[in-house]
């Protein structure tokens, strides 16, 4: 099965700062690859997603991007952090299975803009 | 746009009864659902989910209804831990691509 690994597990910014958050996959090949950000006591929403290196979905407008450089690696990144970019990033793994496909959440980095 | 929602944003229950988490959802053409369980600064867990042309399904002292005809999906615990004490999400497959839609969250509160 596979393991989704996020880093850092925290991460505390100031205001115009740049921001790159790191996504790896283990124990999968060709997986679809997901950023989510979570609001304190809210759901989830989604930001990005991709089907395969270099490829990049964009869900919202927004101060974010996202790059694929590898098959298992996923990246969300930011040139100038917004105090409205603070929440907890979550990145998930699904198999691309289609209508079935089951997505599993890494551990999350929680963001802080001062 | 469509969408997913939980209209109980928290349950309380005592340990040892059964929990009933709600969800509605409006796509009617969505034919994948899935339950996840969240713990306080943790990612989502994968609990179980559901096909369309199925309305029930058991996993370990958890169950999944699906009613169709009503957009309704619901998720039983059975014997309430004070483990099971978390947000519990359900999410919806849409536009037949690998999308999930999440509702807000149901806060379950487990007392001893």
């Known amino acids: 099965s596979q393991t989704i690994h996020q880093w850092p597990a925290t991460l505390v910014q100031p205001v115009g700062s740049p921001l790159s958050l790191e996504c790896t996959v283990e124990?999968?090949?060709?997986?679809?690859l997901y950023w989510y950000r979570q609001a304190a006591g809210r759901g989830l929403q989604l930001l990005f997603y991709s089907v395969g290196i270099g490829q990049i979905s964009s869900e919202v407008p927004q101060n974010l991007s996202a790059s694929r450089p590898q098959d298992r690696q996923f990246i969300l990144s930011s040139k100038k952090l917004l105090l409205s970019d603070s929440g907890f990033y979550l990145c998930?793994?699904?198999?691309?299975?289609?209508?079935?496909?089951?997505?599993?959440f890494g551990p999350g980095t929680r963001l802080t803009v001062l | 746009g469509e969408s997913v929602g939980l209209h109980l944003p928290t349950l309380s229950v005592q340990e040892g009864d059964n929990s009933i988490i709600n969800c509605a959802y409006s796509?009617?053409?969505?034919?994948?659902f899935i339950w996840y369980k969240q713990e306080s600064g943790k990612g989502p867990q994968f609990i179980i989910d559901?096909?369309?042309?199925?309305d029930k399904r058991q996993g370990q002292r958890v169950t999944v209804l699906l009613n169709k005809t009503v957009k309704h999906l619901s998720l039983q615990i059975a014997a309430t831990q004070p483990g099971d004490s978390a947000v519990y999400f359900c999410a919806e497959n849409t536009a037949g691509f690998q999308k999930l839609v999440f509702g807000t969250g149901t806060r379950l509160l487990v007392s001893p």
């Open positions: 998930a793994c699904g198999m691309g299975q289609g209508a079935t496909d089951t997505q599993y």
């Open positions: 124990g999968t090949s060709n997986p679809n």
């Open positions: 796509n009617s053409a969505s034919d994948y």
């Open positions: 559901i096909r369309s042309n199925m």
